[in-house]
């Protein structure tokens, strides 16, 4: 196993305010070459995950407990100096929205070649023509051109290619992906998927794909993780998981993506009823998604489940439905 986490819990204290628990308990792995994508809407404490295996989390949030073993070496216990160099170098991350993340007064050339610098000791002329280089890789066209440019004179597609030449450029073991197609239209979506398919078999590196699109999933991750509050609800290999969901929350998800065939007479897309809720302190020990679950019972509002394997090893859910508990009808 190339990663592990486990029993990771995040929580945001503002001053004067109840503590939110962002994620509670999260665990899972990424094996080499491996694919896992994290569905959820948004909310439920996808991009905080991730964060937290980079140790990205700002004040006024912490880290309160967990494990983050990557290549056996716990990254919760390195001083900050071991984990600027596996930020990038080993581990690297491409966010939500390019343009927030690059700097906007320094051109794309001087930003790559600072990234490479960074992590190898290359010179700048080396470091420079690196940079063309994986520019091109990813289908930029007039590289050395663009190198010259900032960020607010490329498009967004662009944008996001200049992200993936910088994390591939170090030839990270882990991508941590996420949302990379926001906000983009489909047909830049599709070539921004197939570029990083392709960078992915390039370098041999495993990738953490944070999205809310199920269509992504299903179609680039090995397995899937389904988060709810905070919580995976559902863990599995991709193909199990789209054939026979088992938690509610995963199948009313699968439920919403809208089939053509039958768009014409199958009449309105199923949707659920309510917000996810705001978990702090206060919350009683419940099923989280009780409150908008169509099959919940008595049980579901004072028990809360466990993410357990016992009924099923290859796809642990967390639902009191497969734990033996008694329905009231």
Not at 184 to 193: F, H, N, P, S
Not at 214 to 241: C, F, K, P, S
Not at 263 to 288: E, N, T, Y
Request: aromatic share 6%.
């Amino acid at each position: 196993m190339l990663l592990e986490v486990n029993d990771i819990a995040v929580t945001f204290a503002a001053p004067g305010r109840v503590a939110n628990l962002a994620v509670r308990g999260v665990s899972f792995g990424i094996e080499r070459g491996e694919t896992l994508g994290i569905v959820g809407e948004s909310g439920c404490g996808k991009s905080v995950t991730a964060l937290s295996i980079l140790r990205l989390i700002d004040a006024p949030g912490r880290i309160d407990s967990g494990q983050v073993l990557f290549d056996g070496v716990d990254l919760m216990t390195l001083p900050e100096s071991r984990m600027r160099f596996i930020r990038g170098a080993r581990i690297a991350w491409v966010p939500q929205d390019p343009l927030t993340s690059l700097n906007p007064v320094l051109t794309v050339g001087a930003q790559m070649v600072e990234t490479i610098r960074a992590h190898r000791r290359v010179t700048r002329q080396a470091a420079m023509t690196e940079s063309v280089h994986w520019l091109e890789r990813v289908r930029i066209p007039q590289a050395a051109e663009r190198m010259r440019q900032y960020p607010y004179e490329l498009s967004g597609g662009m944008r996001q290619r200049v992200m993936l030449a910088m994390a591939f450029a170090l030839r990270p073991e882990i991508l941590i992906a996420d949302e990379p197609t926001t906000a983009l239209d489909m047909t830049v979506q599709a070539q921004i998927l197939k570029l990083m398919d392709d960078l992915k078999a390039e370098v041999g590196a495993s990738v953490l794909l944070i999205t809310h699109d199920m269509g992504i999933v299903a179609q680039r991750a090995d397995r899937v993780a389904v988060m709810y509050a905070g919580q995976i609800v559902e863990m599995a290999r991709t193909t199990d998981l789209f054939r026979a969901p088992r938690h509610p929350y995963t199948q009313a998800l699968l439920a919403s993506i809208p089939d053509p065939s039958r768009c014409a007479s199958s009449g309105p897309l199923p949707f659920l009823d309510g917000q996810p809720p705001q978990i702090d302190a206060r919350f009683p020990p419940m099923c989280a998604f009780a409150p908008r679950c169509a099959k919940q019972f008595d049980a579901c509002l004072h028990t809360e489940p466990s993410l357990e394997p016992r009924s099923n090893a290859s796809q642990p859910v967390r639902c009191l439905l497969y734990e033996g508990a008694t329905q009231v009808q």
